[in-house]
């Protein structure tokens, strides 16, 4: 499942971009192999996922928050990337295809913004259906995150928020939520 399921306005732009750049001053480097070169920032909580895999607390911007439940109501986990130059950051926000860990819900939501990128989505799990959607900017997407997936080419000054749910299933009973998230979700 793959679907673009609204657009923001040039102003909500505007708004996401400045916030953005504020932020990129907090971005590390990635370090996942699917992802050299790219910088991000964990947005609410952090997953480790080394095994077992754990949940600590992240970054938290009012901004970020509000976006954040708007689109994906009761979202706990976001993250933040950026693609292009600024000062002395460069990064690289393609990212290889790759299915999210386990520890989240299938379902995450993505907002494409400041710039258009190509998105690797393959549509069957099974036999392989790979595709590559063009992402405006201001793209608001749904996606199965548990279909490979990847950011095969962007435009310089793109950023991507993608949000999360925790998987509260039983299969990870480590996986704690900060009590001042968790606080903020009730």
Same mark, same amino acid.
């Given at each position: 499942m793959f679907k673009i399921v609204g657009t923001l306005s040039p102003k909500g732009q505007a708004l996401l971009e400045n916030n953005a750049i504020k932020s990129i001053e907090r971005m590390q480097l990635d370090v996942s192999s699917y992802a050299p070169g790219r910088y991000r920032l964990w947005l609410f909580h952090e997953a480790n996922l080394r095994n077992p895999p754990t949940i600590k607390e992240a970054y938290f911007d009012e901004l970020w928050w509000k976006v954040a439940q708007k689109v994906y109501p009761g979202c706990q986990i976001g993250l933040l990337t950026f693609g292009g130059k600024a000062g002395t950051l460069?990064? =690289?926000?393609?990212?290889?295809?790759?299915? =999210?860990?386990?520890?989240?819900?299938?379902?995450?939501?993505?907002?494409? +913004?400041?710039?258009?990128?190509?998105?690797?989505?393959? +549509?069957n799990r099974q036999s392989g259906d790979k595709r590559s959607i063009n992402l405006a900017s201001g793209d608001v997407f749904k996606f199965n995150c548990k279909h490979l997936h990847a950011v095969l080419d962007h435009e310089p000054g793109r950023f991507s928020l993608i949000l999360?749910?925790?998987?509260? =299933?039983?299969?990870y009973p480590g996986l704690k939520l900060c009590k001042s998230i968790a606080s903020l979700l009730t």
């Open positions: 460069e990064s =690289d926000a393609r990212i290889s295809w790759h299915r =999210d860990h386990s520890f989240a819900m299938p379902t995450a939501i993505g907002i494409n +913004f400041g710039g258009n990128a190509k998105f690797g989505y393959d +549509f999360w749910k925790v998987r509260q =299933d039983g299969r």
